[in-house]
């Protein structure tokens, strides 16, 4: 390992000045795999000459290239199941009817990494109703940029679609593109997707129905925590929905939410009053 104590240090606070994500002591063997293609590409022999390049001169490109290579993109179609069942046979039943037949429905994938979670929603939503293409609006963001980059292509490859895409939705939803498949036009359209730092002051967006905050809050310390979720909650309207990762929770977080169990899944939901 070529990584000092210092250079990590160094990694480290940067990483929680810009996202807030905290690397603890330990992760310096993450940090090395994922900053030493970097380096190479730059014709460096190493990461601490990276390291030490960019503390001599920094700028916001070598930073932004170190805090998203240190950016989790973890993800896959229908991840964990159960927040997607709940959005068609809790969530739908019970906003649809308490909205215009003009409305829109904002959805919001809040760590939308290449585009899986929110092609998902797409998915279920163009299976679920008539006229989704124009009654439904998904907002995809994420810290990414090449992530964004990649959720706007829709594109992806035959080892991405194995994981977790039912054949049947596969045929449906995409069509072959060479070597990739590609999302359907219609599915596209759908979703809109921008970079945003959930950890900084976040953009004006929503008022959303439906927020899928999954698997992010467990990068960050409890103040983050809370800020966040605050933050999110000020873009949901009253009635909303929100959902979480698997081993995440607002108890004992932030105690303006209600947990609402659905099957095996549960959401949250913004105390009236809170």
């Known amino acids: 390992m070529t990584l000092t104590a210092t250079g990590f240090d160094y990694v480290r606070r940067l990483v929680h000045r810009e996202s807030a994500i905290v690397l603890a002591p330990g992760k310096e063997y993450l940090v090395e795999a994922r900053l030493l293609p970097i380096a190479r590409q730059l014709g460096m022999a190493d990461v601490g000459r990276l390291v030490d390049e960019v503390r001599a001169r920094p700028s916001a490109e070598s930073t932004r290239r170190i805090v998203e290579a240190l950016t989790t993109n973890e993800t896959s179609w229908f991840r964990d199941g159960d927040p997607f069942t709940a959005l068609t046979s809790t969530v739908l039943p019970a906003l649809l009817p308490a909205r215009g037949a003009a409305e829109r429905l904002q959805i919001w994938s809040a760590a939308c990494s290449s585009g899986q979670e929110p092609y998902t929603i797409a998915m279920l939503l163009q299976d679920a109703l008539p006229n989704a293409a124009t009654r439904v609006a998904i907002t995809a963001t994420d810290i990414s940029r090449e992530m964004v980059a990649r959720t706007r292509a829709g594109r992806f490859s035959q080892l991405e679609v194995n994981r977790g895409l039912p054949a049947p939705m596969l045929v449906r939803h995409l069509t072959r593109a060479g070597t990739e498949w590609e999302v359907a036009p219609a599915l596209r359209r759908m979703v809109s997707a921008s970079e945003c730092n959930l950890a900084a002051p976040l953009p004006r967006m929503g008022p959303f129905d439906v927020v899928y905050l999954r ?32 081993a995440e929770t607002t108890l ?9 169990v659905i099957g095996r899944s549960s959401a949250y939901r913004p105390l009236k009053g809170a």
Do not use: H
């Open 252 to 260: 004992g977080v932030d105690d303006s939410w209600e947990r609402v």
């Open 215 to 246: 698997n992010v809050l467990i990068y960050f310390d409890l103040p983050t925590k809370q800020a966040i979720l605050r933050r999110v909650r000020a873009l949901m309207r009253p009635d909303g929905w929100l959902f979480l990762g698997a």
